[in-house]
């Protein structure tokens, strides 16, 4: 089993920034992509931004020049830095590693338990 632990949320004002944290631990064989993704109270949980093993990013529209995602694989930990925070980025957000425990298992993806990201003044 692979577990995901998130830190680095809370509360920022308008223009501030933030940076997650999640890290893989557990029975782990190989990562593939790693990504984030927020949920806002009443709306469907979206992606944010994604990295592949050998460092291929993606970004929703909605952040890009503001986030940047970026991986330890030494760690098997996931970040996104986060700058310029608007109030519009407030949910909870949640991190997704594709994850395999044996060289013969089927890969699978795994969640972390949400960090509450707050923009307000």
């Known amino acids: 089993q692979v577990r995901l632990v998130e830190s680095g949320g809370g509360l920022v004002q308008p223009g501030g920034s933030l940076r997650l944290s999640c890290a893989a631990s557990?029975?782990?064989?190989?990562?593939?992509?790693m990504g984030w993704y927020r949920q806002a109270p009443g709306k469907q949980r979206e992606l944010v931004a994604t990295?592949?093993?050998?460092?291929?990013?993606n970004y929703a529209d909605s952040v890009k020049d503001r986030f940047t995602i970026f991986r330890d694989n030494t760690k098997n930990t996931v970040y996104l830095h986060m700058i310029s925070l608007k109030p519009e980025d407030t949910a909870v957000y949640f991190c997704?590693?594709?994850?395999?425990?044996?060289?013969?298992?089927?890969?699978?993806?795994?969640w972390g338990q949400g960090t509450q990201v707050t923009v307000s003044s």
């Open positions: 997704k590693v594709g994850a395999r425990d044996s060289s013969r298992s089927l890969w699978k993806d795994y």
């Open positions: 557990g029975t782990i064989f190989s990562i593939a992509a």
């Open positions: 990295i592949t093993s050998d460092g291929r990013r």
